[in-house]
Every structure is written in C-alpha cells, then in structure tokens.
C-alpha cells in the first residue's frame, strides 16, 4: 500500500507527541523529592546539549556573530529555565497527568500574546478554545463544591505561563539563530546556568547512578520528537501538526501516567480535563 507524504507527516507529528509524553512521564518517574530540583534541570538542559552537539556538528551550522542575538536567546532561557524548575518541583507532588493538562496553559498564554503583541487574528472559536483549555484545567481539581489548589497545582501553572512565554519569545529570537543554533546556544546557557545552583552536581551524581538508562532514554526520546516536529512543520500545515502533536503529547502521558505509573484517582476528571483540553487545541489550531 502506498503512503503518501502528507500521511507521513501526520505520522511523524503523532509519535513525535507519543515520544514527548514518554519523556515527561519518565521524567516524573524519576523525580525524587529528597533531590534538588536543580540537579534534574542540569541533568536535562546536560542531556539535551550532548545531543544537539551531534546534529550541530554533522550539520555544519554556525551561531550568529551579532551580539545582540545573544540578548534574547538568554532571555527566552531564563524563562525556560525558571519554567522547568516549577514544572520539576509538581513532579515531585503531582500526578504527571494533571500536569500535563495543566501546562496547556501554555497554549492559551502563547496564542494571547500572539493576539496582543503580534497582531494576530483571533476569532470567536478560538476564544472557545481558550475556554475549553481552561475548563480542562480546572475540572481536575473540582472537588463538587470548591476548587483545591494543591501546591503542584500552582507549580505546574507557573511552569506553563513561563512556556507560554517561551514560545512567544522563541518567535523572535529564531529571526537571528538557525534551530539547531538556537537550541545548542539555549542548552549551553541552561547548563551552565543550572551548574551555579545550590546542590546541583551533589545531588546530580546519586540521581545518575540510580536512573541512568532511564535519564538517556529521556533525552533520547524529548530530541527525536523535537526533530519529527520540526521536520513535520516544514513540510505540512502547522495547524495540522500541532493539533496531532500536542493532542497525542496530551493523551499518552494520562495513558502512560494511569497505567504505568499507577496514577488512578480521579480518573474521570483527568478524562474530562484531556478532553476538553483536546478540543481546545483544535479550535486553537483550526480556526
């Protein structure tokens, strides 16, 4: 049978999102509460750069020799890295599903800052979707009477809001660097920034020896559903890609999250808050 290249592409963005849900839910089966949460973050941003230096290098790129470039690119990584540091400390309370649903905030942050510093079009659907993200969010922690705002609730948010912002600065910054470029430059900066923190090599050295595979693995899947992302959005319609992405990101960690990690209570909450979150992101991304 043959497969035509659209269908490949779609292909390409579902195990992207399939692999992007594998990373967070190893990187919430790893996650020690008796550990810095800044040894995690050098042992990501770390991981990350070992193997964007290969594709750096076979690639033959460059980084750009304007100074101001560089201004940017640090800012988007502090955003990032302060946004992964409260996404690290949920997982050291939260069920990995709930913060997976939570961080779709992000979306909404992004696609608000699009509106108001991009002049981007908005409509009255997408204005649904934003609605439908946010009902997603606030379902799993609807107890029948009041909302209970768990602290991993609060990490998990900050953590999204930060990512919102990434994406939007991302945006900028890519002008001046190739991606490639931008993500060595980004991960060397996270890693030595991650490097000055309290406890961050003591505590890195016991969480290495004990999760080794599992920490490889990590940074093997989060670099290969970067690089089937970006090669799907270059070739295909990124209101398809994204949705199929972020859907399928969204429903494999509540699925890896519930049966592998044995995260069963409110179950139901955690299916209506994918749910609606799942239909947020087509409005967002369709019309």
């Known amino acids: ?71 940017s690119l640090l800012i988007v990584v502090l955003f990032a890295f302060i946004g992964n540091i409260f996404i690290i400390k949920a997982y050291k309370t939260e069920d990995v599903s709930n913060i997976n649903i939570i961080w779709r905030i992000s979306l909404v942050v992004n696609f608000l800052n699009g509106y108001l510093l991009l002049s981007e079009r908005i409509s009255y659907l997408n204005l649904l979707g934003i609605f439908l993200i946010l009902l997603g969010i606030i379902v799993i922690f609807y107890n029948g009477k009041s909302l ?21 600065l991302n945006k900028i910054t890519l002008s001046n660097f190739s991606p490639v470029a931008f993500l060595v430059a980004a991960n060397i900066a996270g890693t030595t920034l991650s490097l000055f923190m309290p406890k961050a090599l003591p505590d890195m050295l016991p969480i290495l020896r004990k999760y080794s595979w599992k920490i490889l693995l990590s940074r ?45 209570s409110n179950f139901q909450q955690k299916l209506a808050g994918s749910l609606f979150c799942t239909l947020g992101i087509i409005l967002l991304n369709f019309f």
């Open 1 to 71: 049978m043959k497969i035509n290249n659209m269908n490949i592409y779609l292909l390409f963005a579902l195990l992207g999102g399939v692999l992007s849900g594998l990373t967070e839910t190893i990187n919430k089966n790893i996650t020690e509460k008796k550990y810095s949460v800044f040894s995690y973050s050098l042992l990501q941003w770390g991981g990350n750069l070992l193997f964007y230096l290969l594709l750096f290098f076979i690639n033959k790129e460059v980084f750009p020799s304007s100074l101001s470039s560089y201004f």
């Open 148 to 168: 209970h705002l768990s602290s991993g609730f609060i990490f998990a948010l900050s953590g999204g809001i930060c990512f919102g912002m990434v994406a939007y």
């Open 220 to 264: 093997f899947t989060s670099f290969i559903a970067y690089l089937l992302f970006i090669y799907a959005i270059a070739r295909e319609k990124i209101s398809v890609v994204n949705t199929n992405y972020e859907t399928l990101s969204l429903l494999s960690v509540v699925i890896l999250g519930i049966f592998f990690l044995k995260e069963k």
